[in-house]
């Protein structure tokens, strides 16, 4: 019995074989990372809240941080976040810009609303009015979001704009206006919550993990492939002399 599975089935092997085994891998990494960012919610939430006033925003990790802030909202100006999912309905999340009863301006997310009947009919956001005081944590986000183009967002002199993606130094360009860095995303018991049901992670550690089982598992298959048709391709056939 001699092994030969000749250069198309090896040629083959050799490149979707490293393909599956690095897919497997990216996917236990990704576990990791969210079990991680899991475990510094639960740090986080579980402390009090603290006025964003003592923040450091430039230094100091400030992901999932209860924060404290009074001011005011600018119901005229704000941003719908594009393609939000609420369950299983389409929606915009809702940043409004905030300014703080100490000068601080930043945004505010206040959570979903649905999509309209149509694209072109965008929601109704109910204004929050007077000197409110909210609390929420602090979101930062964990990598670039997926876009299905690359497609440029339409400005116009019209509010609200709708936006892909969160991008505080644009929008501090587009409001004039110096913001920090990252947006607060509201908590349900504060004023001008809508609905404010917000994910740890958009994918559980679990499924990560039984993605990475499918690759190996696929890797795996491949090499018993590559096996078996490199014997069976130089196993005499009974009638064979």
Known sequence: MRFSPGWKMTLFTALLLPLLLTLGSWQLDREAEKIELQSLHER?????????????????????????????????????LDNRIQDGRVGYE????????????????????AQGATREQLPVVVPVQDTVTVSGSVYVPISEPFLLSDAQEVQTNEWPRVVQKIDVTAWSELL??????????????????????????????????????????????????????????????????
């Open 44 to 80: 986080r939430t579980s402390s009090a809240p603290v006025p964003v006033e003592e923040l450091d925003w430039q230094v100091g990790d400030v992901a999932y941080q209860p924060v404290i802030l009074t001011g005011q909202f600018d119901n005229e100006h704000y941003l719908l």
């Open 94 to 113: 809702v940043l409004m810009p905030f300014k703080t009863s100490s000068g601080q301006r930043l945004i505010v997310n206040r959570g979903w609303v």
């Open 176 to 241: 004039q206006t110096p913001l920090l860095p990252h947006t607060v995303r509201i908590s349900q018991a504060s004023p001008g919550a809508l609905t404010a049901h917000w994910p740890t992670v958009n994918m559980e550690p679990e499924k990560h993990r039984g993605y990475a089982v499918q690759w190996f598992a696929m890797a795996a298959a491949l090499l018993l492939m590559y096996v078996y048709f490199g014997i069976r391709r130089n196993t005499p056939k009974p009638n064979d002399e």
